[in-house]
Nanobody
Framework: QVQLVESGGGLVQNGGSLRVSCIAS????????VAWFRQPPGKEREFVSA????????YYADSVKGRFTISIDSAKNTVYLQMNSLKPEDTAVYYC????????????WGQGTQVTVSP
């Protein structure tokens, strides 16, 4: 079973940048898509961004469009989320998940990585 491990979170000031990573523990990993979600304190988990593994099509929530960039390093089974111009409202636990096929839901959630943006 594929496990996802997120890393790279931390504390950053308002307007700063951070890159979080998600690595899949599998010899071969070729899902339909991989996505980042986040859960702000006291709120529901929400979609942030997604990328199709073999097509590079990308999708972003309106709240992060133009500030965040999702990318893949398929040789390393790793998905990155580059976050620029961070705001306090971006504070959340960031999770990655993958969609095995077009007909399936996102799953195999990692443990998450905390991103905190100070005012």
């Amino acid at each position: 079973q594929v496990q996802l491990v997120e890393s790279g979170g931390g504390l950053v000031q308002n307007g700063g940048s951070l890159r979080v990573s998600c690595i899949a523990s599998a010899r071969t990993f070729s899902p339909y898509a991989v996505a980042w979600f986040r859960q702000p304190p006291g709120k529901e988990r929400e979609f942030v961004s997604a990328i199709k593994w073999n097509a590079d099509d990308t999708y972003y929530a309106d709240s992060v469009k133009g500030r965040f960039t999702i990318s893949i390093d398929s040789a390393k089974n790793t998905v990155y989320l580059q976050m620029n111009s961070l705001k306090p409202e971006d504070t959340a636990v960031y999770y990655c998940a993958f969609q095995p096929s077009r007909a399936s839901n996102f799953g195999s959630w990692g443990q998450g990585t905390q991103v905190t943006v100070s005012p």
